[in-house]
Structure formats: C-alpha cells, structure tokens
C-alpha cells in the first residue's frame, strides 16, 4: 500500500509563499497521478491541481491558476506544490492523494483518488 506524507504547511501573510511536498512511499512512474486537494472547515474537499509523473501534464483549478505549480521528482518520489501569491481564501489544510486512473485523473474529483496523506495545515492572513 502506498503511503503519502505531506509537509510544509505553515501560517503566512497574504502575498507570501509556501511549498508543500508530498513524499510517497513507493510508486511506479506511469499511470500514476498525484493530486492535491484541499479542505476548509464547513466545506468540501476540492482540488487544487495535479500531475501526471510520467509527461508531467498538470491540471489546475481556476481558483489557483496562475499562483499555484505542481511539479514532481521522481528520483525522490515527492510531488511539490508551490503557492504563491496567497490569499486567506487558500486557508485549509491540504492532502496530496494517489490515482491510477488515466480516464479520470485530471478532473480532480476526490472520489478518482485512492490513496491519501494525512494533510498540513495553510493559514493565510490578511
């Protein structure tokens, strides 16, 4: 079973920056797809943007197009999400998650990802 650890949560003003990383226990390169998602209190988990570690395609939600950039190492099997430009409204903690379905990946729906992490904490002032 894979299992997926994030870090690099914190607490910013907005305008500032944090890089999230995702270490994965194991995976193979293809058909693999690591997506970060993310959940406010009294709201639903949505996605935020993910990647495809073979091509490194990557979906985005427009709520972080622009701002957000997903990239992954596959030598160290971390998937990285660097945040700039953040504003309270990114406040919530974020889980990276696993998915091995090529039909369904870069919708990001919650329920196409199998396996997730346990989640960090962003806290973005004004």
């Known amino acids: 079973q894979v299992q997926l650890v994030e870090s690099g949560g914190g607490s910013v003003q907005a305008g500032g920056s944090l890089r999230l990383s995702c270490a994965a226990s194991a995976y193979t390169v293809e058909n693999n797809y690591i997506g970060w998602f993310r959940q406010a209190p009294g709201k639903e988990r949505e996605g935020v943007a993910t990647i495809d570690t073979y091509d490194m395609s990557s979906y985005y939600a427009d709520s972080v197009k622009g701002r957000f950039t997903i990239s992954r190492d596959n030598a160290k099997l971390v998937v990285y999400l660097q945040m700039n430009s953040l504003e309270p409204e990114d406040t919530a903690m974020y889980y990276c998650?696993?998915?091995?379905?090529?039909?369904?990946?870069?919708?990001?729906?919650?329920?196409?990802?199998?396996?997730w992490g346990q989640g960090t904490q962003v806290t973005v002032s004004s």
């Open positions: 998650a696993r998915s091995t379905s090529s039909d369904s990946w870069y919708r990001l729906r919650a329920d196409d990802y199998r396996y």
